[in-house]
């Protein structure tokens, strides 16, 4: 039987009511445990615990950096806009951070939304802090909790187009998005209205970001099973 592939999944640190308790407490909507699941993969979830140490890494075959709140635009040079969110200043720290033990060790990493937003400033890019005021629409982000389906179009030849094909169905929820994009990324995937919609890297390990939010769609693992295949291969490699 072929050993399963363990993927991290960075949690929020958020004040949170479940039965009698209202507490701080870690935390991440089920629908990216249950898209790791489907996908052939076993879920971990990890907390916000401060700067994260080369042992996490080394217990992982994969890494999906999931969605959340705006990154700290301090992290690309910017002030922030009035429309910026409340910021997770912890959960920054241990996610840049959890970034770069990833790439240091090849591991394979699937960010979506706020992921491949930091994946983005990680390598050396910026954002738009808020597409309204740049596209003159709130397509992207109709209103809180709610997902906007968009069709997105894939870069012909690039990892995206290979797993999705040339266009997706996707479920978007962001009013930030790349503005420079990072010298080492290639856009891969755009929206109707020009906004990158995907991220990937010419070469090296598997490095795929997306923009919208595939565990929202219960019938789309594609880019799930992508990452749990290339994480299968790298536990195997690694446990050689």
């Not at 720290?93 to 790439?103: C, D, I, N, T, Y």
């Not at 990937?200 to 789309?220: K, M, Y």
Request: aromatic content about 4%.
């Amino acid at each position: 039987m072929t050993r399963r592939p363990i993927i991290g999944l960075p949690t929020y640190s958020e004040r949170t009511r479940f039965g009698h308790w209202d507490v701080d407490a870690a935390v991440l909507s089920r629908t990216y445990v249950d898209m790791t699941v489907r996908a052939g993969g076993i879920p971990v979830l990890l907390p916000p615990t401060g700067t994260p140490r080369p042992e996490l890494v080394e217990r992982l075959d994969g890494l999906l950096l999931t969605g959340g709140a705006d990154l700290d635009p301090d992290r690309y040079g910017a002030d922030p806009h009035p429309a910026t969110g409340a910021l997770r200043l912890d959960r920054d720290e241990s996610e840049f951070g959890l970034f770069a033990l990833a790439r240091a060790a090849d591991l394979p990493v699937l960010a979506v939304c706020r992921g491949l937003q930091l994946v983005n400033v990680a390598l050396g890019g910026t954002l738009h802090q808020h597409l309204p005021d740049v596209l003159g629409h709130a397509e992207h982000n109709r209103a809180p909790g709610v997902f906007t389906v968009t069709t997105v179009t894939t870069t012909p030849g690039s990892l995206a187009a290979a797993i999705v094909g040339p266009e997706v169905k996707a479920h978007c929820h962001h009013h930030q998005a790349i503005d420079t994009l990072a010298p080492e990324l290639v856009a891969s995937a755009h929206a109707p209205d020009g906004t990158i919609e995907a991220v990937e890297t010419r070469d090296g390990p598997f490095l795929l970001g997306v923009q919208w939010h595939p565990e929202e769609n219960a019938t789309e693992l594609r880019l799930m099973r992508a990452l749990v295949d290339r994480a299968t291969q790298y536990g195997k490699e690694r446990n050689r």
